[in-house]
């Protein structure tokens, strides 16, 4: 029995250093290993071309996406530049057009009041009413 047990562990451990021995890359010599290893390296190198090639055309995504946005913004901000520039045009040019007004209105008020003015110094000296707290008729109409 303990003749089979020990055949037995002899056939457990030659089939496991099989299986080990099995895993390991077999290279039959120095010119087998080296072309293995450039075949493993060119295609770590056209897997890193790949990536470098998607990571490039994610960059540039994003840079294209970030000059849309800074044009779209530019084109935003001329135009409310645009839009301000010429409500104050219109600003000044209803203020302009305010103060014309009223001037040719003020200018138009005096002219009445100096009209009114006379009416009134000849009336009184018609009538040849003179205030006694007033010498000067003119001191008298002043407003």
């Known amino acids: 029995m303990r003749y089979v047990k020990s055949i037995a562990r002899i056939t457990v451990l030659f ?5 080990l021995r099995a895993s390991e890359p077999m ?4 010119f087998d290993y080296d072309e293995k290893m450039l075949l ?14 998607k990571i490039s055309d994610i960059v540039d995504m994003f840079d294209n996406n970030e000059r849309k946005r800074n044009s779209e913004t530019k084109e935003a901000v001329d135009k409310a530049k645009l839009d301000v520039k010429q ?7 209803n203020i302009s057009n305010v103060l014309i007004h009223d001037s040719r209105n003020i200018r138009t008020q005096l002219q009445e009041v ?14 040849g009413i003179v205030s006694t707290k007033c010498n000067n008729i003119d001191k008298c109409l002043q407003l």
């Open 27 to 30: 290279c039959l010599s120095r």
């Open 15 to 19: 089939f496991a250093c099989r299986i």
């Open 40 to 53: 493993k390296i060119l295609r770590f190198e056209d897997a890193l071309e790949k990536f470098d090639k």
């Open 114 to 127: 100096e009209t009114l003015r006379a009416k009134m110094r000849e009336e009184l000296k018609c009538k």
């Open 87 to 93: 409500i104050m045009e219109h600003i000044q040019q």
